[in-house]
Protein backbone atom coordinates (compact mmCIF):
# COMPACT_ATOMS: atom_id res chain seq x y z
CA UNK A 1 0.00 0.00 0.00
CA UNK A 2 1.71 3.29 -0.84
CA UNK A 3 1.63 5.54 1.86
CA UNK A 4 2.87 9.57 2.10
CA UNK A 5 3.07 10.99 5.42
CA UNK A 6 3.75 14.81 5.33
CA UNK A 7 5.00 16.86 8.53
CA UNK A 8 6.78 20.21 9.05
CA UNK A 9 4.14 22.28 8.47
CA UNK A 10 3.54 25.11 10.96
CA UNK A 11 2.87 28.98 11.97
CA UNK A 12 5.68 31.07 10.73
CA UNK A 13 6.73 34.85 10.15
CA UNK A 14 6.34 36.45 6.94
CA UNK A 15 9.45 36.31 5.42
CA UNK A 16 10.33 32.93 7.34
CA UNK A 17 11.11 29.55 6.22
CA UNK A 18 10.06 25.79 6.47
CA UNK A 19 10.89 22.53 5.38
CA UNK A 20 7.84 19.99 4.55
CA UNK A 21 9.23 16.30 4.59
CA UNK A 22 7.52 13.35 3.16
CA UNK A 23 8.70 10.13 4.21
CA UNK A 24 7.38 7.87 1.53
CA UNK A 25 6.13 3.73 1.20
CA UNK A 26 4.52 1.44 -0.27
CA UNK A 27 6.44 1.35 -3.02
CA UNK A 28 9.82 2.41 -5.40
CA UNK A 29 10.48 5.73 -4.39
CA UNK A 30 13.74 6.16 -6.42
CA UNK A 31 11.57 5.58 -9.55
CA UNK A 32 8.32 7.84 -8.84
CA UNK A 33 8.26 11.50 -9.66
CA UNK A 34 6.67 13.16 -6.77
CA UNK A 35 5.24 16.48 -6.06
CA UNK A 36 3.85 18.87 -3.60
CA UNK A 37 0.13 20.44 -4.23
CA UNK A 38 -1.34 23.31 -1.84
CA UNK A 39 -4.94 23.48 -1.43
CA UNK A 40 -6.76 26.80 -0.27
CA UNK A 41 -10.50 27.53 0.20
CA UNK A 42 -9.77 30.45 -2.50
CA UNK A 43 -7.38 28.94 -4.94
CA UNK A 44 -8.28 25.74 -4.75
CA UNK A 45 -5.72 23.10 -5.37
CA UNK A 46 -2.07 24.26 -6.90
CA UNK A 47 0.81 22.15 -7.95
CA UNK A 48 4.13 23.98 -6.58
CA UNK A 49 6.34 21.97 -7.09
CA UNK A 50 7.27 18.14 -9.18
CA UNK A 51 10.37 16.28 -9.64
CA UNK A 52 10.92 13.41 -12.07
CA UNK A 53 12.76 10.35 -10.60
CA UNK A 54 16.22 11.71 -12.45
CA UNK A 55 15.75 14.83 -9.91
CA UNK A 56 14.92 17.30 -13.00
CA UNK A 57 12.31 19.87 -11.51
CA UNK A 58 9.41 22.02 -11.71
CA UNK A 59 8.54 25.07 -10.12
CA UNK A 60 4.97 27.00 -10.30
CA UNK A 61 5.73 31.15 -10.98
CA UNK A 62 3.90 31.95 -7.72
CA UNK A 63 6.90 30.11 -5.88
CA UNK A 64 9.70 30.29 -8.34
CA UNK A 65 13.11 31.00 -6.51
CA UNK A 66 11.96 30.91 -2.80
CA UNK A 67 10.82 27.02 -2.84
CA UNK A 68 12.97 24.63 -3.63
CA UNK A 69 11.98 20.63 -3.94
CA UNK A 70 14.51 17.97 -3.34
CA UNK A 71 14.15 13.67 -2.41
CA UNK A 72 16.26 11.58 -0.60
CA UNK A 73 16.34 8.21 -2.56
CA UNK A 74 18.29 6.33 0.61
CA UNK A 75 15.72 7.46 2.90
CA UNK A 76 12.52 7.55 0.78
CA UNK A 77 11.71 11.02 1.33
CA UNK A 78 10.66 14.00 -0.14
CA UNK A 79 11.36 17.26 1.17
CA UNK A 80 10.18 20.83 0.00
CA UNK A 81 12.14 23.85 1.26
CA UNK A 82 10.43 27.18 1.36
CA UNK A 83 11.72 30.31 1.45
CA UNK A 84 11.25 34.19 1.81
CA UNK A 85 7.46 32.71 2.69
CA UNK A 86 4.53 35.20 1.98
CA UNK A 87 0.92 35.04 3.57
CA UNK A 88 -0.31 33.92 0.24
CA UNK A 89 1.90 30.86 0.99
CA UNK A 90 -1.11 29.40 3.41
CA UNK A 91 -2.51 26.75 2.53
CA UNK A 92 -2.47 22.82 3.33
CA UNK A 93 0.63 21.00 1.64
CA UNK A 94 0.55 17.54 0.21
CA UNK A 95 2.90 15.45 -1.11
CA UNK A 96 1.57 13.19 -4.15
CA UNK A 97 3.34 10.49 -6.12
CA UNK A 98 2.48 8.77 -9.61
CA UNK A 99 4.45 5.69 -11.17
CA UNK A 100 5.93 7.53 -13.80
CA UNK A 101 9.33 8.57 -13.29
CA UNK A 102 8.45 11.83 -15.27
CA UNK A 103 6.30 14.63 -13.59
CA UNK A 104 3.47 16.40 -14.80
CA UNK A 105 2.22 20.08 -13.51
CA UNK A 106 -1.25 18.29 -13.42
CA UNK A 107 -1.97 17.21 -9.68
CA UNK A 108 -4.80 15.14 -11.46
CA UNK A 109 -2.21 12.96 -12.90
CA UNK A 110 -1.24 11.98 -9.14
CA UNK A 111 -2.98 9.21 -7.64
CA UNK A 112 -1.17 9.02 -4.49
CA UNK A 113 -1.65 11.51 -1.95
CA UNK A 114 -0.55 11.86 1.47
CA UNK A 115 -2.94 13.78 4.32
CA UNK A 116 -1.39 17.35 4.30
CA UNK A 117 0.15 19.27 6.40
CA UNK A 118 -0.93 22.73 7.23
CA UNK A 119 1.61 25.95 6.66
CA UNK A 120 0.03 29.17 8.13
CA UNK A 121 2.19 32.17 7.28
CA UNK A 122 1.97 34.85 9.76
CA UNK A 123 1.99 38.94 7.62
Known amino acids: EVQLVESGGGLVQSGGSLRLSCAAS????????MSWVRQTPAKGLELVAAMTSGGITTYADSVKGRFTISRDNAKNTGYLQMNSLKSEDTAVYYCATRDDPDCSDSEEDYPYWGQGTRVTVAS
Open 26 to 33: GFTFRVNS
